[in-house]
């Protein structure tokens, strides 16, 4: 599994507006090849900072198949206008995890 982390900030005032355009376009990334699920988080020092992490089975789907599709066009009209700057996108995975007893 692979974690795409988009750290976005958007502009002031522009919170709900973007919250809303990620809640339209969460569909746009649940039916993409190789897509297993996302979440929004947003940054509580600093809540104009999100990250939207999604779940990928490969870099591939995120960076070929969904990047080079109209519903990743769909995406960024969505939320693309409230952006402060553009997204700063990483892949990660899991190097360990320590679950709670």
């Avoid at 990334?29 to 999100?50: I, M, P, T, W």
């Avoid at 990047?67 to 700063?88: C, H, I, K, M, T």
Wanted: hydrophobic content about 40%; overall charge negative.
């Amino acid at each position: 599994m692979i974690y795409e982390v988009a750290e976005i900030t958007v502009k002031p005032g522009e919170e709900a507006n973007f919250e809303n355009g990620v809640a339209q376009a969460a569909p746009l990334f649940l039916r993409a090849k190789g897509c297993h699920g996302l979440n929004l988080q947003r940054v509580v020092e600093d809540l104009s900072v999100y990250r939207l992490v999604v779940q990928w089975e490969t870099v591939e789907h995120h960076t070929v198949d969904f990047r080079n599709s109209d519903d990743f066009q769909e995406w960024r009209r969505l939320v693309g206008p409230f952006f402060a700057n553009p997204p700063v996108v990483t892949h990660t995975t899991i190097a360990a995890s320590y679950p709670v007893k």
